[in-house]
């Protein structure tokens, strides 16, 4: 992407609390690269489900597909713990550049994957990268605008990424449908590419003085951890006995896993997940929540479109229509929830509701069949994505207004990984599920899908019921209002 020459490269000092119209031009230029970004990397989250199934039927193989989206899920997780700490050390721009290079070398292993081993271990590498994106976006923003004149450009952020997230199922349908599912992929080479050149050109941040430290091993040992209790709960009664060798070694694994994470997190001097922070039970609480939500959300993203094309048989861009609901209910409840709760205070009552309409949503979409209507899908869809909205937007307010501020960022870091296991964990638990009741036919093994999200969603009802409210400080109804966001560490 080519750039003004008049346009002077930005820099922090530029930054005063009015900004003028030169110093707008400039963040602009600097932030339309950062969009382009975002754009790829919320692109992502929603491209790869409505073409799971012309992938598996390219590939010959059902039984692993939902581990292409476990795998990213997984490393990005961990890596966007891990990238915030890089970013203070070695300075934003660098790691930045180097991820988006990293998710651009996962994209074209991808692209040229020739079996679903091979899929999924480059989506783990595309994951790695990936995982720094958002996080360093809003980290860049942060460094280059002002704090009271942060919440305009963090519109434009947003407004990016909700496209994207709606974009994604249209684009993976029709490039499946059209043209190969390896664009799906490819599809983020020139975005990346001329925004990597452009931020080279273009941004210029200070020299970090941060001494901060990377719990590279905690973040080694949450990564086997979580896969471990993974590879338990889909292979455990299905792949293996639960009595079986590989099962027990895995158990036993976890368990040792466990603990060892447990003594480097409390040693670290710089932990990626304090074990200080779920001291507090709303924290904790709010954390479980954020899973849950997720967990319920991928399993609309991933499975309502392998519904449509293996039960309905509706072409993979039809399928894809049907995510949309799902992410515009969940986008408009959290639009409408944050200002309400930023002027009551309140916020016990709207996991609460949420995890009822989320759940009897469900329940109602697990009762499709072959003839069942459109309108009959897209409502309850609909009515899940609000509930899930409403139970992500209280989990990270509660969560976050539950510790100190100056806590803020890490919370909020540990917050959006506990959002990224569910929907690994969503990914791979629900494919089990799939997986082990397809003997009995397609629709009876959707069906199960869609129940079984049920049981979690009374966990989440349950633990709604529980929370303490707390009020929100100050700088929480700011961010409820979305005046302000909050980087994560």
């Not at 005063?16 to 950062?34: D, Q």
């Not at 091979?118 to 605008?145: E, H, K, P, W, Y």
């Not at 009595?243 to 409390?266: D, F, M, N, Q, R």
């Not at 479980?288 to 094309?309: D, R, S």
Request: a positive charge.
């Amino acid at each position: 992407m080519s750039m003004p020459a008049s346009t002077p490269p930005l820099t922090e000092a530029g930054a005063g609390p009015h900004i003028s119209r030169l110093a707008h031009r400039a963040i602009m230029v600097v932030l339309v690269p950062l969009m382009m970004v975002l754009f790829i990397s919320s692109l992502d989250g929603t491209i790869v489900a409505t073409a799971l199934s012309t992938i598996a039927a390219d590939l010959g193989d059902t039984a692993h597909l939902s581990w292409v989206a476990t795998a990213y899920l997984l490393t990005s997780a961990i890596s966007t713990l891990l990238f915030g700490k890089l970013g203070d050390m070695y300075g934003r721009k660098r790691i930045f550049q180097i991820s988006i290079g990293v998710f651009l070398i996962g994209s074209i292993l991808c692209g040229l994957a020739q079996n679903m081993l091979m899929l999924i271990l480059f989506r783990g590498l595309q994951g790695i990268g990936g995982g720094g994106l958002n996080s360093l976006v809003m980290a860049i923003t942060g460094d280059l605008v002002p704090a009271r004149q942060r919440a305009k450009y963090q519109a434009y952020t947003g407004i990016v990424a909700t496209v994207a997230l709606i974009a994604g199922p249209l684009f993976g349908g029709f490039f499946a449908d059209h043209l190969s599912w390896h664009w799906i992929f490819y599809i983020n080479v020139p975005i990346g590419v001329a925004a990597i050149v452009a931020v080279g050109a273009r941004l210029h941040l200070p020299r970090p003085t941060s001494d901060a430290r990377v719990d590279i091993l905690g973040g080694i040992l949450a990564a086997l951890l979580t896969t471990a209790i993974m590879l338990v709960t889909t292979w455990g009664g299905s792949t293996y006995a639960w009595t079986s060798p590989t099962i027990i070694a895995l158990i036993a694994g976890a368990v040792a896993l466990l603990i060892a994470y447990v003594i480097t997190e409390h040693r670290a001097a710089e932990p990626i997940t304090p074990l200080r922070l779920f001291r507090n039970g709303v924290f904790t609480i709010a954390s479980a929540q954020f899973l849950l939500a997720t967990l319920a959300l991928f399993v609309g993203m991933l499975y309502v479109p392998l519904f449509m094309q293996t039960v309905q048989h509706h072409s993979a861009f039809v399928a894809g229509l049907y995510v949309i609901p799902l992410l515009v209910g969940l986008i408009a409840a959290t639009a409408v929830a944050g200002p309400v709760i930023a002027r009551s205070g309140r916020y016990k009552v709207f996991p609460v509701v949420g995890a009822v309409l989320t759940g009897v949503s469900m329940w109602v979409v697990s009762l499709a069949g072959t003839t069942t209507g459109s309108l009959a899908i897209i409502v309850p869809l609909f009515l899940a994505g609000a509930g899930i909205g409403l139970l992500v937007q209280v989990a990270l307010l509660a969560g976050q207004n539950a510790v100190a501020h100056r806590h803020l960022g890490v919370a909020t870091g540990a917050l959006n990984f506990f959002k990224s296991i569910g929907g690994a964990f969503g990914a791979a638990l629900f494919g089990a599920i799939l997986t082990a009741r397809l003997p009995g036919g397609a629709l009876h093994a959707f069906h199960t899908v869609f129940l079984w999200t049920v049981p979690f969603m009374v966990v989440s009802f349950v633990l709604g019921l529980v929370m303490r409210e707390k009020p929100l400080s100050e700088e929480m109804i700011e961010v409820a209002q979305g005046k302000t966001e909050v980087p994560e560490y």
